[in-house]
Each structure stands twice: as structure tokens, then as C-alpha cells.
């Protein structure tokens, strides 16, 4: 179907987003996917009422598309609504690079303090097994983000992963997600115990595949070790691979990033995605962005749109999208996949329209009302002495948070039931 669109009211390129300033654009979309409007009008709206860039307005409507049979809607089965994601955060890397805003923390020497987290970290994840139990609730996806998880030692990542796959029905998971991130800390034995406890989807993240990039930005890696580790991963047997781009690095060109993806789609990922750099307060980058060489605005426009066009070649889709303040030219991060290969909780988390319990230090836990899709929060500190001290504390917190929304429901007393969503919605849009 041809798509047809308003080019009176395109905005110029300093403001490809219009009027839009939120993280989560494509929340708009499905609302009023929900009230049953046709993803075309839906168009007209988005470049009418938000002067949004009647290419921008596609991919936002695409990536709502092609994530929509994973979003809860207002005719969700109530199986389905009492199901959460979990995400358990580790705050440790082995270095912090350039641009990273992440609340995490230089991996210690000690390895006694490294024990002291884990130790709290398997309160926490005891005290949520028996949060799901009261509840009720069941487990849709696993996510172990950080930091990078996998920069712990071998015999402690192999602990995490054995308490984690005793603690949950990893079977029954739909996913179950390592964020590896850095190339140099993947190893055939801690894919083993990834393995072993379960996971079946990995991220191996070079940023950038140029190595003077690597090395101003901190990253302290070797290009070739990114090669090195996907084939490591795939010999592992894990079927399900992410790989992370930024576009915008300081002293990169357009052709520096195509030729970064180039080598990234060699390996043939299941999913990409690509950030634009953001720069935001209290990074290296930030701090010394006076001399970093960055990119002008309409050179990173040109590597995002670039890279765009050479990943859906490649065969994948957009299927979740988010914004974040201070990046050049107002632009945005995406992520695509091989149509079934998608991110389910990369999805849960954008979209907020199911529950994320979390865990670990700086964790933030959303309690979904589907009534209007509101959220209640609690947030874990950023700061792990904080975490390991507060921890029976915070447990108790989220515990409120969680029992406040689904056992009220349990009881009767506000239950809302749900019929499972019919409406064949890709059949609308092209």
C-alpha cells in the first residue's frame, strides 16, 4: 500500500522530531492503535499535530507495527497480563568509556567486595521467587544488563548464573538475555555458563569496528576481538545475537560507520542496533567535548540514515525505538531484527506496558496499571555499599509496589479482565 503524506507541514532537518521531546514516541502510536485508528491517519496526525518529519513519522509507525503483537492492549488475556520481565542489573566494567552516563562502577581488585554484591544480589533474587509466588505472576524474560555482567570473574559469573537458573523456570522462559557488551570480556567458559543456566540470547557490542575510535573512546579492546567473540558466541550455540552501533563518535565519518556495520552484518547478527551518540553530563566525553572532534549534526543524520537503509537491506526490521536528550541533531536509537528474532523485553522495557521487576544495584522496578497504562516506580540506588545495606529495605519497597497493583486485583476489588487482541493489525499497514 502506497503511503501518502502531508509535505506542507515538514519541518527542516534541525528538527526531524517536531514538537515530540519524549523518550518513548511510539507510546503515541499504540494509544491510538488501541482506540482503533488506521496506522495512516495515525501518520497524518503525527506530522499535523507534532510537525514530525513525514519520515520519521514511518518509522515510528513501523516500529509500533512491528512490535504490536508483543505489546499488552486494552484486549489482553489476563494469562498474559499477569505476566512480568525481570531484569537484574551488574554495575561492574573493567573501564568506563568516554561516553557512558550507566551508573556503574570500576570492577575491584578485591575480589571480597565483588562477593559482598553477589551475596546481596541472592537476597534480592530470593526475595523476588517469593514476591512472583505470592503474586501469582509468572516470568516472560530475563535480562542481565549492567555494566557489563560479564566482566566478573569466572568462578563468580559461573555462581550468578547456577543461582539464577535454581531460583527461576528458565524453561518457561521466552527469553533469557546476557548483555556480554564488551568483546574482551566473553570466554568460552562463561558462555559455557550461560549455556548451562539456560540463556538464549547474547550481546556482543563493538561500538565501532575502527580501531583509533576504540582506543579514544576507552573501550580497550581490539576490532578483531569483536570478530573473535561472535564466533566464540555462535560456537557456544547461542542462536540469538545483538550488536550495538553509535553513531556520532568523535573524529568518525559517514563512511567510517558503513564501513563499521559492513563488518557487523558480515557476521550475521539476529539483531543491530543503533544508537546516536548522546552526550550527557558527567561523562569524558562531555567533559573535554571542546577537543573531541565530534561529527556535525548532519554527518550523524547521514550515518543514521545510512545505516538504516543498509540493515533493512540486510533483511532485518525496526522494532523498538527511544530518545535521549543531547544527541546530535535531535535524532534517535532503533533497534532491528530479523522478523522473529526480535528483543521481547528491549520491547517490555520501551513500550511500559508490562511490569519489570528488577533487581541489583540502580534497578528500577514499573508497576503497569493498564487502566490508562500508568506507572508506579521504585528505584534501587546507584551506589552498591548503599544497595548491600539497604537491601531487606528495598526488597520490601518493590514488594509494596508489586503487591499494590497485583494483589488488589487478586482479591476482586478492582479486577480487570481481558479478551486476547484479534485485530490482524499487520494486515493495515505495508
Known amino acids: 500500500m502506497a503511503i501518502a503524506v ?13 514538537l515530540l521531546s519524549g523518550v518513548r514516541p511510539a507510546k503515541i502510536v499504540h494509544r491510538r492503535l488501541d482506540q482503533g485508528e488506521h496506522p495512516q491517519d495515525i501518520l497524518q496526525y503525527l506530522i499535523n499535530r507534532y510537525e514530525v518529519s513525514p519520515s520519521k513519522a514511518k518509522l515510528l509507525i513501523e516500529v509500533a507495527m512491528n512490535n504490536r503483537c508483543w505489546v499488552p492492549g486494552p484486549a489482553t488475556a489476563e494469562a498474559e497480563r499477569l505476566q512480568v520481565s525481570l531484569y537484574l542489573g551488574i554495575t561492574y566494567c573493567s573501564t568506563r568509556c568516554a561516553y557512558c552516563s550507566f551508573p556503574s562502577a570500576l570492577l575491584p581488585v578485591d575480589e571480597e567486595q565483588i562477593v559482598c554484591l553477589l551475596e546481596a544480589i541472592g537476597q534480592d533474587i530470593q526475595a523476588v521467587v517469593k514476591l512472583l509466588s505470592t503474586c501469582g505472576l ?24 547456577i543461582r539464577l537458573a535454581s531460583a527461576f523456570d528458565i524453561a518457561a522462559l521466552q527469553e533469557f538475555t546476557v548483555e556480554a557488551g564488551r568483546p574482551d570480556s566473553i570466554s568460552p567458559e562463561k558462555l559455557q555458563f550461560m549455556r548451562q543456566a539456560g540463556a538464549t540470547r547474547i550481546s556482543v557490542n563493538p561500538q565501532t569496528m575502527k580501531q583509533s575510535t576504540l582506543d579514544r573512546i576507552g573501550r580497550r579492546h581490539e576490532a578483531q576481538q569483536t570478530v573473535d567473540a561472535f564466533r566464540m558466541v555462535r560456537a557456544a550455540g547461542f542462536e540469538r545475537v545483538n550488536m550495538d552501533l553509535i553513531a556520532g563518535l568523535p573524529g568518525e565519518t559517514a563512511a567510517d560507520v558503513k564501513s563499521s556495520l559492513t563488518q557487523v552484518l558480515v557476521q550475521k547478527p539476529e539483531n543491530i542496533t543503533v544508537h546516536t551518540l548522546a552526550l550527557k553530563r558527567g561523562t569524558e566525553l562531555t567533559g573535554r567535548q571542546a577537543a573531541s572532534d565530534l561529527p556535525e549534526p548532519t554527518a550523524v543524520r547521514l550515518m543514521v540514515e545510512q545505516s538504516a537503509l543498509q540493515i533493512k537491506e540486510a533483511g532485518m526490521i525496526p522494532y523498538y525505538l527511544y530518545r535521549q536528550k543531547n544527541s546530535p541533531g535531535n535524532l534517535e536509537n532503533v533497534g532491528y531484527a530479523k522478523p522473529g528474532s526480535e528483543c521481547v523485553y528491549n520491547i517490555d522495557m520501551i513500550e511500559e506496558r508490562r511490569t519489570i521487576i528488577g533487581m541489583g544495584p540502580s534497578a528500577a522496578s514499573k508497576a503497569v496499571v493498564p487502566n490508562g497504562w500508568r506507572l ?8 552498591i555499599p548503599t544497595y548491600i545495606r539497604r537491601i531487606g529495605e528495598l526488597a520490601h519497597k518493590r514488594e509494596q509496589l508489586i503487591k499494590s497493583l497485583f494483589m488488589v486485583e487478586k482479591s476482586g476489588c478492582c479486577r480487570r479482565r481481558f479478551l486476547c487482541r484479534s485485530v490482524p493489525y499487520h494486515r493495515l499497514w505495508p
Open 138 to 161: 509468572t516470568v516472560r524474560t530475563l535480562y542481565i544488563g549492567g555494566g557489563t555482567p560479564t566482566c566478573l570473574p569466572d568462578k563468580l559469573f559461573a555462581q550468578l548464573m
Open 376 to 383: 508506579d516506580s521504585c528505584h534501587f540506588p546507584k551506589d
Open 6 to 18: 502531508n509535505v506542507e507541514n515538514q519541518m527542516n532537518d534541525d528538527r526531524p522530531w517536531g
